[in-house]
C-alpha cells in the first residue's frame, strides 16, 4: 500500500499546528483523515479559552486550533518550561496570545491563582477545557491507595476544581460559558487495567450531565468528547501494546481493529 506523508511545515504554515512529521498508511482509499478544522477563520475572535493540560498532546492540539481560529489561550499545567515552549509556538504561528500558567489541578489553591493570573491577562475565559489527566496500566490487586487517590485526584478532583472555580467565577459575571471534558470510550462498558481511570472519568461524565441542566440556567453549555486511544509520546501508548502482548494478542492487528476507518490516533484528527 502506498503511504501519504504529511509533514510539519505544512502544518505549521497552513493551520498553526505543530506535529512531528510522520508517514500514515493509508487504512482505506476512501475514507483518508481530514486536517482542515471545519470552522471558517476568525469564529473565535475575542473569546478567551482556558485549557489544563495544555502543553503536550491532545490540549496543545486544541490550544493551537482555537488560537489558529482567532482565540486567546491560557495553557495550564504543572511544567513550565513546557508551557513556554508551547506558547511560544503557537503564538508564533497564529498571531494569538498564548500565556503560559504553571498549576497543579489536584490543588484547588493552585487552580484560584492560575484563573486569576488569566483574568488579569487575557481576561476571564468563556471556553473551559478540562485536558488534564493521568493514567497507567496495572492489574487492580496491585493498586495501592495512593494510586488510586492520585488518578481520582487528577481526572476527578482537577475536573471539578477548574469547572467550580471558573464556573461560579461566570456565574457572578453574568456571562455564559462552554465546558469541555475529555473522558474516555471505556466508561460505557468499563475496561481492566485501568480502572481508577475508568472511575475518575465516569465521575467526569455524572458530572457534565448534572451541570448541564444545573447550570443551563446561567447560559453555559457542557459536553465530553472522547476521542478513543492517540498516539502521543506519553508512555501508556507503549503499555497498551505492551499489555495486549502479555496476553497473546497480536498487537499490531490488535491496534488495527480500534482504528476507524482511515483514522491514525494523530491529535489533528479530534477538530
Excluded at 475514507?31 to 471545519?38: G, S
Excluded at 466508561?187 to 451541570?211: I, M
Excluded at 453549555?221 to 508512555?235: D, L, M, Q, Y
Excluded at 502482548?245 to 489533528?268: H, I
Aim: charged share 20%; glycine share 8%; net charge positive.
Amino acid at each position: 500500500m502506498k503511504k501519504s506523508v504529511y509533514s510539519i511545515t505544512t502544518f505549521i504554515s497552513k493551520r498553526g499546528f505543530h506535529l512531528a512529521s510522520c508517514n500514515m498508511q493509508k487504512t482505506t482509499k476512501f475514507f483518508e483523515p481530514c486536517i482542515k478544522p471545519m470552522l471558517p477563520p476568525g469564529t473565535f475572535k475575542d473569546r478567551i479559552a482556558f485549557i489544563t493540560g495544555g502543553g503536550t498532546g491532545l490540549g496543545k492540539g486544541m490550544a493551537s486550533m482555537l488560537a489558529s481560529l482567532g482565540a486567546q489561550v491560557a495553557i495550564v499545567s504543572r511544567k513550565l518550561d513546557v508551557l513556554e515552549n508551547t506558547a511560544e509556538e503557537i503564538s508564533k504561528s497564529s498571531g494569538q496570545k498564548v500565556v503560559p500558567i504553571a498549576a497543579d489541578v489536584r490543588d484547588p489553591e493552585a487552580i484560584k491563582k492560575a484563573v486569576d493570573d488569566c483574568e488579569n491577562k487575557l481576561g476571564l475565559p468563556s471556553i473551559i477545557i478540562n485536558n488534564a489527566a493521568g493514567n497507567f496500566i496495572s492489574p487492580t490487586e496491585r493498586l495501592s491507595p495512593n494510586a488510586w487517590k492520585t488518578i481520582i485526584d487528577i481526572v476527578l478532583n482537577g475536573t471539578a476544581y477548574v469547572t467550580l472555580e471558573t464556573g461560579k467565577r461566570l456565574i457572578k459575571a453574568n456571562q455564559g460559558g462552554v465546558f469541555l471534558a475529555l473522558t474516555a470510550t471505556y466508561c460505557t462498558q468499563g475496561s481492566s487495567f485501568v480502572v481508577p481511570s475508568a472511575a475518575a472519568k465516569t465521575g467526569v461524565e455524572v458530572l457534565t450531565k448534572s451541570l448541564a441542566s444545573e447550570w443551563a440556567q446561567y447560559g453555559m453549555r457542557f459536553n465530553c468528547i472522547a476521542p478513543g486511544p492517540i498516539e502521543t509520546k506519553v508512555r501508556l501508548w507503549k503499555e497498551m501494546l505492551m499489555i495486549t502482548n502479555l496476553f497473546k494478542y497480536d498487537s499490531s492487528n490488535f491496534v488495527q481493529k480500534l482504528k476507524p476507518p482511515g483514522r491514525s490516533f494523530r491529535t489533528y484528527q479530534l477538530f
